[in-house]
């Protein structure tokens, strides 16, 4: 086996992603302190096709040294947007017919072992800050809170971690692949 060239990978240019279907997914950063962990959000974000990010309160926004350091040219390709509050960001999710989908431990949330996607549903993956966790008003009016098994001493992974494997789990679960 050998391993590929950059070259041979077959990868679509920023121009060719922005026109590209996206997977019906956004991701909403809530009050996320570190810019590279947003910077990661972006380059995850692009890997899988997310349509969008929707970036709340003090979390950094591009242009970021640090942002621009983990996204590696993903801040450019994925569409992003700053809303102020993430109760305004959430609201006009909704109105817009997301499901929003908290990602944060709770009591009776939803395992991602049995999380079932539907169909054509579109979906906001909240994400919080990385000390508090998703914002109280959000996981209390949330359409489902989303909680990642875990089996160690640990109970939270990093934000970035997070995300990718949320993500991962969730476009494999798609009937439809871009």
């Not at 640090?66 to 109760?87: C, P, R, Y």
């Not at 997301?98 to 009776?108: N, S």
């Not at 579109?122 to 994400?127: D, E, N, S």
Request: aromatic fraction near 8%; glycine fraction near 6%.
């Amino acid at each position: 086996m050998k391993k590929l060239k950059n070259e041979e990978l077959g990868r679509l240019s920023p121009e060719e992603f922005k026109n590209a279907e996206k997977i019906p997914a956004v991701l909403v950063l809530d009050d996320v302190r570190s810019a590279m962990n947003v910077g990661s959000a972006f380059r995850t974000s692009d890997a899988f096709r997310i349509k969008k990010i929707y970036l709340c309160g003090i979390t950094a926004k591009p242009p970021h040294r640090e942002i621009n350091k983990t996204a590696l040219g993903a801040q450019d390709s994925v569409d992003w947007e700053h809303v102020e509050t993430i109760s305004e960001c959430v609201d006009e999710l909704k109105k817009n017919g997301y499901q929003i989908v908290a990602v944060e431990q709770a009591g009776e949330s939803t395992s991602l072992l049995d999380f079932q996607v539907e169909g054509e549903k579109k979906y906001a993956f909240v994400f919080g800050n990385e000390v508090f966790g998703v914002n109280d008003k959000v996981v209390e009016t949330a359409d489902t809170v989303l909680e990642i098994p875990q089996y160690g001493t640990k109970h939270s992974l990093n934000i970035s971690v997070s995300i990718g494997v949320v993500l991962w789990d969730f476009v494999s679960k798609q009937k439809k692949l871009p």
